[in-house]
């Protein structure tokens, strides 16, 4: 079974950084992109950050470009994303996404499988 789970989240103070963690199981990383995304409140799903280990195929959104960093280490299968400087406007619930398509502009979840999702809170 293929399957991705996140783990890392939390709650911190703004400026504060956490690291998210996507453990994958029944595939490698370099047969799908990966993606992370978040849900805030009242709002739509928005990709954060995604990546092709492949081919190094990188997709940040604009408002966490500079801060967010996401990697992966392909021994332990897993996909990080890296948050620093955090704001509140950063508080959701961040998804773990197997099979996404990084296009120019964006990067899309049409075809995504998820994980359960882990809560991120950045107290003011």
């Known amino acids: 079974e293929r399957r991705v789970v996140e783990s890392g989240g939390g709650l911190v103070q703004a400026g504060g950084s956490l690291r998210l963690s996507c453990v994958a199981s029944?595939?490698?990383?370099?047969?799908?992109?990966i993606g992370w995304f978040r849900q805030a409140p009242g709002k739509e799903r928005e990709a954060v950050s995604c990546?092709?280990?492949?081919?190094?195929?990188?997709y940040y959104e604009d408002s966490v470009k500079g801060r967010f960093t996401i990697s992966s280490e392909n021994a332990e299968n897993t996909v990080y994303l890296q948050m620093d400087s955090l704001k509140p406007e950063d508080t959701a619930v961040y998804y773990c996404?197997?099979?996404?398509?990084?296009?120019?502009?964006?990067?899309?979840?049409?075809?995504?499988?998820w994980g359960q999702g882990t809560q991120v809170t950045v107290s003011s």
């Open positions: 996404a197997r099979d996404v398509a990084i296009r120019y502009t964006d990067c899309s979840a049409e075809n995504a499988s």
């Open positions: 990546v092709s280990t492949r081919t190094g195929r990188l």
């Open positions: 029944g595939f490698n990383l370099d047969d799908y992109e």
